[in-house]
Structures are given as structure tokens and as C-alpha cells.
């Protein structure tokens, strides 16, 4: 499993973003990927798409503030940030999802860093439904009867480890680089949930299809 994540903020200061652009340059060659994302509740928005660069070591981990993207979809960090999402659709990679893969991208659509038909791609692997048959297999019975594994029982019944979902209730589209918004205690616990959610799916994902030997290091 990978070691260590580095989490990257897209957010509308400039000076972030000219940081992180050159530290899209190492996982150019990333084949496999883990995503997620979260949407406010009230109202129901869609507001943060979460993306790990999987690797042996260092898995580099995205969040990507849909909500504060620039309005201007010319401008470099819209193309910079629609280019890396070119670049996770494309047909020889594979990228892991807990759930639908369809209904969880699909409501990003109208913000213009993908289409539909970008992610109609074969190696969508929806990994609640994997786990599923997986765990049938492996113990001969499912607990969960006909319903689905969420993915905090998941992760206790096979490793037995508490995964924290408290924050999923937030409203993400206010941002996660605004501090005088929410404090840094508030900001942090955020952001380690977002990332936490990413790494949970990819360890998963290891334990059922034992991938790593594939990647390229």
C-alpha cells in the first residue's frame, strides 16, 4: 500500500496555484486511480471530486474544488486541471470507484472539466459491487443480504479499522483553502476525510485484485 499521500488544493489563490503545477509532471505515467467525491446536502450540489495517483510509494491525491473552479474555461488552471482529468479517462487506465461510476461522475458534467462519453470507458471498476462478490467468496456468507456494503463496514469487517465518515455532512463548496471561513482544526479534519475516503477504496481495491506488481514505480 502506499506509504504516503500528498494532498493538492485547487482553489482560486494564485500563488497555490502556481506551486502545484510543476507536481503534475511525476504521475504522467499513472495507470490507476482512485476516485471519489462529495456534494453538499442542502442544496444538493456537487462539490468535490477527490482523485489518487496510485502508486507503490507515493500515492499523490487531488481535490478538486469544482465549485471554485475559474468561470473563464480558458484560463491555465481551468485547462490545467481539465487536461489531468484527459489524461485519468483514457482507455488503458483503471480507475476505481465505490459505487456507480456513471451517477457519481455524471452530475460534474456541467462544470465542463469532462463529458459523458470521456468516461464510458471500460476499466470503470464500480468497487462496492466488486466487494460484494469478493467478500461472498472469501467467507461463504454476506451479512448484508441482498443490500450493499457501505464503505465504513467494509473496511472494519476486513481489516478491522474504524474509517470516520462524521464528515461527510459538510458543505464542501465552500472551500478547503479558506481559512477565515472555517478554522484550520475544521479545514484539516475535512481534507483528511476527503483523503482518507480516497485511500480506504484503493486498499480495497489491492486486497481483492492484488495490482501493485503492475504498477509502474
Given at each position: 500500500m502506499p506509504t504516503l499521500a500528498e494532498a493538492i488544493l485547487r482553489n482560486r489563490n494564485k500563488q497555490n496555484e502556481l506551486s502545484t503545477v510543476p507536481r503534475f509532471q511525476a504521475p504522467q505515467n499513472t495507470e490507476y486511480f482512485t476516485i471519489d467525491t462529495e456534494a453538499d446536502l442542502h442544496p444538493k450540489q456537487s462539490s468535490l471530486i477527490q482523485v489518487e495517483f496510485i502508486s507503490q510509494h507515493i500515492s499523490t491525491i487531488i481535490l478538486v474544488e469544482v465549485c471554485r473552479l475559474p468561470t473563464d474555461q480558458q484560463q491555465l488552471k481551468f485547462c490545467l486541471i481539465k487536461s489531468i482529468f484527459k489524461h485519468i479517462f483514457q482507455e488503458k487506465n483503471t480507475m476505481y470507484i465505490?459505487?456507480?461510476?456513471?451517477?457519481?461522475?455524471?452530475?460534474?458534467?456541467?462544470?465542463?472539466?469532462?463529458?459523458?462519453?470521456?468516461?464510458?470507458?471500460e476499466k470503470l471498476v464500480n468497487m462496492q459491487h466488486k466487494f460484494k462478490k469478493w467478500f461472498r467468496r472469501q467467507h461463504q456468507f454476506d451479512p448484508t443480504g441482498g443490500n450493499l456494503w457501505g464503505l465504513q463496514p467494509a473496511i472494519l469487517a476486513t481489516y478491522g479499522e474504524f474509517l470516520d465518515k462524521t464528515k461527510t455532512l459538510n458543505i464542501w463548496s465552500r472551500g478547503l483553502g479558506q481559512p477565515?471561513?472555517?478554522?484550520n482544526a475544521k479545514i484539516q479534519s475535512m481534507i483528511c476525510y476527503a483523503v482518507n475516503d480516497c485511500l480506504a477504496v484503493t486498499k480495497l481495491a489491492h486486497t481483492i485484485f492484488c495490482f501493485f506488481y503492475l504498477i509502474k514505480k
Open positions: 465505490w459505487g456507480d461510476p456513471i451517477k457519481e461522475l455524471s452530475t460534474f458534467v456541467t462544470y465542463g472539466l469532462f463529458t459523458s462519453d470521456e468516461f464510458q470507458i477565515n471561513q472555517y478554522n
